[in-house]
Nanobody
Framework: QVQLVESGGGLVQAGGSLRLSCAASGRTFGSIIRGWFRQAPGKEREFVAGIGWSSSSTDYADSVKGRFTISRDNVKNTVLLQMNNLKPEDTADYYC??????????????????WGQGTQVTVSS
C-alpha cells in the first residue's frame, strides 16, 4: 500500500500562486507514476498533470499548460505542483494520485491505484 498526503491548498486571489505538495509513504517504488487531479463542485474529477519516475516525462491538461509545473523528488518521495497565474476556474479540490505500473502517464482517474484525501484550492476574482 501507498499512502499519499497533500498539503499547500488555500485561498488566493486571481493571478496569485500556490504550491501543492504530495508526500508518499509505505510501499513506494521507483517506477511509480504520480499525478494531480482536481474536482470542482458538481463536476467530474479531471486530470491536471502527471509525471514519470525520471521527471523527463510530464503531461499537462491544456487548461493549465504554461501556468502549472509538476516536479518530483524521488529521495523524499514527494511530488510538487507549482500553480502560477491562478484563475477562478482553477477553484477545486486537488488530489494527488499514484500508480505502480509502467504504463506511462494516463489521464483517466480510474487508472490510478492510490489517492490522497485532497486539499482545497479557492481562487477569488
Amino acid at each position: 500500500q501507498v499512502q499519499l498526503v497533500e498539503s499547500g491548498g488555500g485561498l488566493v486571489q486571481a493571478g496569485g500562486s500556490l504550491r501543492l505538495s504530495c508526500a508518499a509513504s509505505g510501499r513506494t517504488f521507483g517506477s511509480i507514476i504520480r499525478g494531480w487531479f482536481r474536482q470542482a463542485p458538481g463536476k467530474e474529477r479531471e486530470f491536471v498533470a502527471g509525471i514519470g519516475w525520471s521527471s523527463s516525462s510530464t503531461d499537462y491538461a491544456d487548461s493549465v499548460k504554461g501556468r502549472f509545473t509538476i516536479s518530483r523528488d524521488n529521495v523524499k518521495n514527494t511530488v510538487l505542483l507549482q500553480m502560477n497565474n491562478l484563475k477562478p476556474e482553477d477553484t477545486a479540490d486537488y488530489y494527488c494520485a499514484a500508480k505502480n505500473t509502467n504504463s506511462g502517464i494516463t489521464r483517466s482517474p480510474s487508472s490510478y491505484e492510490f489517492w490522497g484525501q485532497g486539499t482545497q484550492v479557492t481562487v477569488s476574482s
